[in-house]
T-cell receptor, first 113, second 113 residues
Framework: EAAVTQSPRNKVTVTGGNVTLSCRQTNSHNYMYWYRQDTGHGLRLIHYSYGAGNLQIGDVPDGYKATRTTQEDFFLLLELASPSQTSLYFC????????????FGPGTRLTVL | GDSVTQMQGQVTLSEDDFLFINCTYSTTWYPTLFWYVQYPGEGPQLLLKVTTANNKGISRGFEATYDKGTTSFHLQKASVQESDSAVYYCVLGESSGSWQLIFGSGTQLTVMP
């Protein structure tokens, strides 16, 4: 079973702050994803990647950057955090896309004051 | 574009009750449909995947089917237990471009002992 870990698990920052969320997967999956989860919206895709150095734009990318440094590591960057980015963030990985099962990490709760 | 609608935001049942959750979907291609479950404090995990209309997916006592005529898909369980309390997401595998997952807004199932 795929192992996906996220850090930190909780983060509080102020408006305009700089935040980096980290994700690591140890099952050699090609695809990695960042989602945000908000009440009434389910999970919405921010960015995804199909390999080191690759980045694809998801459905809600505004205000977020991401970088995939290795096959294992995927980072989400908020360079000027805003209160609207207060959310629960999930990272996931999968072998492929489309029909492939995605394995999710435990989530990072971010609060922007 | 592809979309999925999940109308039941909250469902409260007693142990041994019958569970039925319904979603509708829209796609121009052959759908791949999933049910993910999220327990408190965890990320979502795959419960069931259905790739062929009117064929059942079965896992952990849950059954899922979809109907092309009504573009709906369903999750059911004959007898729920308190341990089934969780959020259930219907998910559509997007088929016309990004090949990503489109999540419904989720159904919070609470099972009373």
């Amino acid at each position: 079973e795929a192992a996906v870990t996220q850090s930190p698990r909780n983060k509080v920052t102020v408006t305009g702050g700089n935040v980096t969320l980290s994700c690591r997967q140890t099952n050699s999956h090609n695809y990695m994803y960042w989602y945000r989860q908000d009440t009434g919206h389910g999970l919405r895709l921010i960015h995804y990647s199909y390999g080191a150095g690759n980045l694809q734009i998801g459905d809600v990318p505004d205000g977020y950057k991401a970088t995939r440094t290795t096959q294992e590591d995927f980072f989400l960057l908020l360079e000027l955090a805003s209160p609207s980015q207060t959310s629960l963030y999930f990272c996931a990985s999968s072998v492929g896309t489309g029909n492939a099962e995605q394995f999710f990490g435990p989530g990072t709760r971010l609060t922007v004051l | 574009g592809d979309s999925v609608t999940q109308m039941q935001g909250q469902v409260t049942l007693s142990e041994d009750d019958f569970l039925f959750i319904n979603c509708t979907y829209s796609t121009t291609w052959y759908p791949t449909l999933f049910w993910y479950v999220q327990y408190p404090g965890e990320g979502p995990q795959l419960l069931l995947k259905v790739t062929t209309a009117n064929n059942k997916g079965i896992s952990r006592g849950f059954e899922a089917t979809y109907d092309k005529g009504t573009t709906s898909f369903h999750l059911q369980k004959a007898s729920v237990q308190e341990s089934d309390s969780a959020v259930y997401y219907c998910v559509l595998g997007e088929s016309s471009g990004s090949w990503q997952l489109i999540f419904g807004s989720g159904t919070q199932l609470t099972v009373m002992p």
